[in-house]
């Protein structure tokens, strides 16, 4: 069992920022995949950044390039969300989520936070 405790998020104004964390606790393997996605009201949840925990290799959605930047800590235990240069349209729930190496998709997941970007 894998328990994710998302914390960072607010109230910002267009063009600001938030760093977003992610603290994982419970059976954590290397090869286990860390993601955080967003769902906005009426919307369906959707993909925003990804690292491994072994290599620590990213990806990122299109509108999350450039602006945002997923890390790990050096504890390999909590996985950070910064994020830049806001826009209204990022207004979303932020959820932290882990998927295991041989998954489909993921597995375990966050309760989320809240990012609210006012304009």
């Known amino acids: 069992q894998v328990q994710l405790v998302e914390s960072g998020g607010g109230l910002v104004q267009a063009g600001g920022s938030l760093r977003l964390s992610c603290a994982a606790s419970g059976r954590i393997f290397s090869s286990y995949t860390m993601g955080w996605f967003r769902q906005a009201p009426g919307k369906e949840r959707e993909f925003v950044a990804a690292?491994?925990?072994?290599?620590?290799?990213?990806s990122y959605a299109d509108f999350a390039k450039g602006r945002f930047t997923v890390s790990r800590d050096n504890a390999k235990n909590t996985v950070s969300l910064q994020m830049n240069s806001l826009k209204p349209e990022d207004t979303a729930i932020y959820y932290c989520a882990c998927k295991r190496a041989a998954s489909r998709g993921y597995d375990y997941w966050g309760q989320g936070t809240q990012v609210t970007v006012s304009s």
């Open positions: 690292i491994t925990w072994s290599g620590g290799i990213t």
